[in-house]
C-alpha cells in the first residue's frame, strides 16, 4: 500500500468511525409535553399505596367525629405500626398515609398548638405518638410515607376565624413536615364545613402549599392540590379514558382546585381534557395523574359490624384492574382496629390478593419472543420492536416523528393461552396513545381482544382466555410517534 493509499484507508477508517454511531443511534423522540416530574414518576411506579384511618372515630364507631371526642377514648390496646407496614409491604404496597388529623380534629401527633391530641389520651400515658411510630416502621419496612391533614377542624375553637385558622393549620402542617423525616405524599381533603362558631372557614390553600414546597420539597400534594388528582369516586375505580395529561388554566391552580374535583366526579373532567387532546390544545395542560381511594371495608374507619364485610377478592381484583390497570395509583385503606391492629379477616384477604397478583403476572408469555412493527424509527436498531418483549422500561419501540399510527406483532411461536394484556407508555417523553386495538391470531383466525383509548403508565387488559400465536396491537390514534417500552400477555389463575 502507498502512503497516499494508507492516508485514504486511514481518512475513510475515521469518517465511518464517527458517522456509524449518528446513522446507527437514530435521535430520540423528543419528549411530548406536559411530562412528569421526577417525583411524579417514581409515585406513579409505586402503582399501589395504603391509607390507614385511625383515630378517635375507631373507639367512637363513627365515620366522622363533631370534635367533642374526650381524648381519653383514644386507647388502643396493643397498637403495632410494625404490624402495619409489614401487612402492606407483603401485599404490595410501597407508601402508608396515616390520617395525623382527621375531621374531628384529634391529633395523633403531641401537636404543640393543642390538647386535643395523643398527649391527653391514656395510651402511652400521654407520651405516645403515632406519626413517629409509623414514620420510623415505614422506613424499617422500606415504605414511603405520606400525610393525612384535614383542613375541617370540627374541634378547634379558631376554625371559622380564617386568618387565626389557617395560621394554626400552617403550623401543625410545619410540625408534621419537618419532624418525622422525608414525607413523599401530603394528603389534603376539600371538605370545608361550618366552624363551632357558625363561621365559614376560608382556606388558604397557595399558603399551605408554599409550607409542603419549604419543608418538603420532594412531596407531591394530593387533592386539593397541585400534583396529584383524584379519580372521582371512593370506589378506587379510574376511568376507561384516563389521561394524566389535563387542561388547568393559571387561576385554576391557584385557588380552584375544589372545583376541579367536582368535573372528575361526573366525568366532564375527564371528557373536556380528552377532546382538547383531541384537538390538540394543550398550551394550558399539566402533569396531574389520577390516584384512585377506596376502602378494603365499607367505611374508612374500623366498625366491629364490618369485620364480615371486607371487599371479596374478586372485587380487590376489579379495583387492581380498574386503578393500576387503567393509568392510576391505587390508594387502598387498611383501617387498624381497636387493639391497633389491621384486622385478622383484613389481612388474610390482602394475602389471597397478593397470592393471585403474583400468579398472574409471574409469566409473561410474550417475554423474550421477538416482534415486527409497520415502521420503526429511522435506520435503526436501538427502537426495535422487540424492546417491548425485553422487561426491560428502559428500553422502547417507538416510530419515525411523523408516524402517529401504526402495529406491532409478536411472534408467540406457537400457540399459548392468556386473558390479560398489558401496555405500558414510556410516560417521562410524555402520554401520547389515544386509541389502540389488541387482536390475536388464533386457530379461526385474527380476532380483537380489545379496544382501548389511553395507556399512561400501565394499561391492563382482561378478556376471556384465548389460544393464540400471534398478538398484534394496532396503535390508531396518538398525540406523536407512539412510545411502547413493554407489552406482556398473562394468564390469571384459576379461582
Ligand atoms: C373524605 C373524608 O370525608 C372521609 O372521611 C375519608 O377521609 C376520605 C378518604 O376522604 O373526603
Not at 366552624?195 to 402549599?209: A, H, T
Not at 364490618?306 to 393500576?324: A, F, M, T
Amino acid at each position: 500500500m502507498t502512503y497516499t493509499q494508507r492516508l485514504q484507508s486511514l481518512l475513510w477508517s475515521m469518517i465511518l468511525t464517527m458517522t456509524i454511531p449518528c446513522v446507527a443511534f437514530g435521535a430520540p423522540p423528543a419528549p411530548v409535553p406536559p411530562v412528569p416530574s421526577p417525583q411524579q414518576r417514581a409515585w406513579q411506579a409505586m402503582e399501589m399505596t395504603g391509607f390507614i384511618h385511625f383515630t378517635v372515630n375507631t373507639f367512637t364507631d363513627r365515620e366522622w367525629g363533631d370534635g367533642t371526642e374526650d381524648p381519653a377514648t383514644f386507647n388502643p390496646s396493643a397498637l403495632d405500626t410494625r404490624q402495619w407496614a409489614r401487612v402492606a409491604r407483603d401485599a404490595g404496597i410501597k407508601m402508608l398515609i396515616l390520617t395525623a388529623k382527621h375531621h374531628d380534629g384529634f391529633c395523633l401527633w403531641p401537636s404543640k398548638y393543642t390538647e386535643h391530641s395523643v398527649k391527653s389520651s391514656p395510651w402511652k400515658e400521654g407520651k405516645g405518638d403515632v406519626v413517629r411510630e409509623l414514620s420510623d416502621a415505614c422506613r424499617e419496612y422500606g415504605l414511603k410515607f405520606g400525610i393525612y391533614l384535614s383542613p375541617w377542624d370540627r374541634h378547634e375553637r379558631c376554625y371559622g376565624n380564617s386568618p387565626v385558622y389557617n395560621e394554626y393549620f400552617r403550623n401543625q402542617l410545619r410540625e408534621l413536615l419537618t419532624n418525622y423525616g422525608p414525607i413523599a405524599e401530603v394528603w389534603f381533603d376539600g371538605a370545608c364545613g361550618e366552624g363551632p362558631n357558625g363561621k365559614r372557614q376560608v382556606y388558604d390553600w397557595p399558603s399551605y402549599y408554599k409550607v409542603v414546597r419549604e419543608c418538603q420539597p420532594n412531596a407531591l400534594i394530593f387533592g386539593c392540590g397541585p400534583d396529584i388528582r383524584w379519580c372521582g369516586n371512593e370506589r378506587g375505580y379510574a376511568s376507561e379514558t384516563e389521561w394524566s395529561v389535563q387542561p388547568i388554566t393559571d387561576d385554576m391552580k391557584e385557588l380552584r382546585w375544589v372545583e376541579l374535583h367536582r368535573t372528575y366526579v361526573d366525568g366532564s373532567g375527564q371528557k373536556l381534557a380528552d377532546q382538547m387532546i383531541r384537538d390538540e390544545k394543550t398550551e394550558n395542560c399539566i402533569w396531574y395523574p389520577a390516584e384512585c381511594d377506596v376502602s378494603i371495608r365499607p367505611g374508612w374507619f374500623y366498625h366491629p359490624k364490618e369485620d364480615d364485610r371486607v371487599h371479596s377478592l374478586d372485587h380487590l381484583l376489579d379495583i387492581y384492574y380498574k386503578s393500576v390497570g387503567r393509568n392510576g395509583v391505587l390508594l387502598l385503606n387498611l383501617p387498624p382496629d381497636r387493639r391497633g391492629l389491621i384486622h385478622e379477616n383484613d389481612v388474610k384477604r390482602l394475602q389471597e390478593f397478593r397470592a393471585v397478583l403474583d400468579k398472574t403476572f409471574q409469566n409473561n408469555v410474550a417475554e423474550g419472543k421477538s416482534a415486527k412493527a409497520s415502521n420503526v424509527r429511522e435506520n435503526s436498531d436501538i427502537y426495535s420492536p422487540d424492546n417491548v418483549l425485553d422487561g426491560d422500561s428502559s428500553t422502547y419501540w417507538v416510530t419515525d416523528d411523523d408516524v402517529n399510527t401504526g402495529w406491532i406483532e409478536i411472534d408467540l411461536e406457537k400457540e399459548r393461552s392468556f386473558d390479560v394484556a398489558m401496555i405500558q407508555e414510556s410516560i417521562g417523553l410524555g402520554q401520547r396513545v389515544m386509541d389502540f386495538v389488541v387482536e390475536a391470531k388464533t386457530p379461526d383466525g385474527w380476532q380483537t381482544l380489545a379496544e382501548g383509548t389511553t395507556i399512561g403508565h400501565k394499561r391492563l387488559l382482561r378478556f376471556p382466555p384465548v389460544t393464540a400465536s400471534k398478538v398484534r396491537l394496532k396503535i390508531t390514534g396518538s398525540r406523536a410517534c407512539p412510545v411502547i417500552h413493554t407489552v406482556g400477555l398473562f394468564k390469571r389463575p384459576e379461582m
